[in-house]
Structure formats: structure tokens, C-alpha cells
């Protein structure tokens, strides 16, 4: 089965560094991706990690850990428009299975 | 190249009318998604396509029906709709089947129940 945990909101002010947090508990794991979804609009890839370890994507970073069931999405000189929601999204057991996702507002 | 379309892009139904939401892809994806989003619960998985012929059942499949007669189109249908459909619905598709590969989304339909 899945079960997948995140925050629900996320407050941080422009220009500071925001990491959003991420466990999972998943049969037949296959790796963690990041959506960002803005306010009326479609969710968009982000990052993905199959292995441990640190992916960077200019502001963006992603970090996994297999044996701890762990990521996190790190978001550097934060902008207002990073204002959004973040959903982690597990590939275990050949479905895909979403967080209910981290409403991050980035203010002045 | 439009990626995923969705039509409508909104609609009010009476319940107990049925409905078909339409998505279509242009990018040859092998596998396809519906998936319903309400506030607080992130987006749960309806149905799958993991190829054209076949179809799987997500998370929360009570009330909808999906077909897959060929490789672009993906319609999801509500048989008879009641108040708690009401939700926004996005279709989604993946070039590789199974859960390991990066999903497009369309840009949604909005559904209201009365």
C-alpha cells in the first residue's frame, strides 16, 4: 500500500530558503517525484529520484533516502511567484500515489 | 503540439444526469490517468490506462467508468452523478506505463454537482 505525509502549509519570506518535507511507506518502491501546482492551474513536474541522494535543478533540489523513507524539496531565493502548492508523489506498486500536497506562500 | 486537452472546461450537471468528461493526448503516451483533486485531500487516482485496450481501477473508482479505444483519447464517465462528484478532474498521461515515469497533465475540468 501507500501513505505518503507532508505538511500542509509552508510559510517563507522572498529571498529565504524553504525545504518542504516528505515521508513515505510504499510496497514495490519506485522512486519520488515533485509536482508544483499554482492556484487554478495544472500540475507541472518539477523532479524525480530513484536513487539516494541530492538532485539540483538551479533554485530547486530534491533529496531522497530509500532506507529512511524520506525526501525533501528545497527551494532556494525564493520568488513570489514559487507561491504554489507542492505535492510529493510516490511510483510504488505501479500506481501513482500523491501527497495531499504543502501550500507554500512566500511573502515580501 | 496542444499535449492534453480536456473538454468541458467546466460544467453545472443536475445529479442523477450522466456525464463525459474528454481528454485527449497528442504525444503518443502509452499510458493515461483521471484524477480527482478536492481541497485538503491532494489528487487521488480514478482510473489508469497503462495501454491502449486496458484500463485499471485507482484509488476512488465508485461512480466512474473509463474506456481506452485507442491511444490518444481517454473519456471518463459518471454513469448517474451525485452531489460528492463535484471536484475538479484532471487527465494525465505518462510515455511509459507503471508509476516510474514523469506525468503531463491537462488543464483540468471543473464539475459541480446539484
Known amino acids: 500500500g501507500q501513505n505518503i505525509d507532508q505538511p500542509t502549509e509552508m510559510t517563507a519570506t522572498e529571498g529565504a530558503i524553504v525545504q518542504i518535507n516528505c515521508t513515505y511507506q510504499?510496497?514495490?518502491?519506485?522512486?519520488l517525484f515533485w509536482y508544483q501546482q499554482h492556484a487554478g492551474e495544472a500540475p507541472t513536474f518539477l523532479s524525480y529520484?530513484?536513487?539516494?541522494g541530492l538532485e539540483e535543478k538551479g533554485r530547486f533540489s530534491s533529496f531522497l533516502s530509500r532506507s529512511k523513507g524520506y525526501s525533501y524539496l528545497l527551494l532556494k531565493e525564493l520568488q513570489m511567484k514559487d507561491s504554489a502548492s507542492y505535492f510529493c508523489?510516490?511510483?510504488?506498486?505501479?500506481?501513482?500515489?500523491f501527497g495531499r500536497g504543502t501550500s507554500l506562500i512566500v511573502h515580501p | 503540439i496542444a499535449g492534453i486537452t480536456q473538454a468541458p472546461t467546466s460544467q453545472i450537471l443536475a445529479a442523477g444526469r450522466r456525464m463525459t468528461l474528454r481528454c485527449t493526448q497528442d504525444?503518443?503516451?502509452?499510458?493515461m490517468y483521471w484524477y480527482r483533486q478536492d481541497l485538503g485531500l491532494g489528487l487521488r487516482l480514478i482510473h489508469y490506462?497503462?495501454?491502449?485496450?486496458?484500463?485499471g481501477k485507482g484509488e476512488v473508482p465508485d461512480g466512474y467508468s473509463v474506456s481506452r479505444a485507442n491511444t490518444d483519447d481517454f473519456p471518463l464517465t459518471l454513469a448517474s452523478a451525485v452531489p460528492s462528484q463535484t471536484s475538479v478532474y484532471f487527465c494525465?498521461?505518462?510515455?511509459?506505463?507503471?508509476?516510474?515515469?514523469?506525468?503531463?497533465f491537462g488543464p483540468g475540468t471543473r464539475l459541480t454537482v446539484l
Open positions: 508523489a510516490s511510483g510504488g506498486s505501479y500506481i501513482p500515489t
Open positions: 510504499t510496497s514495490g518502491f519506485n522512486g
Open positions: 529520484n530513484v536513487l539516494d
Open positions: 504525444m503518443r503516451h502509452n499510458a
Open positions: 490506462s497503462n495501454t491502449a485496450g486496458t484500463t
Open positions: 494525465a498521461s505518462s510515455e511509459l506505463a507503471g508509476a516510474t515515469d514523469t506525468q503531463y
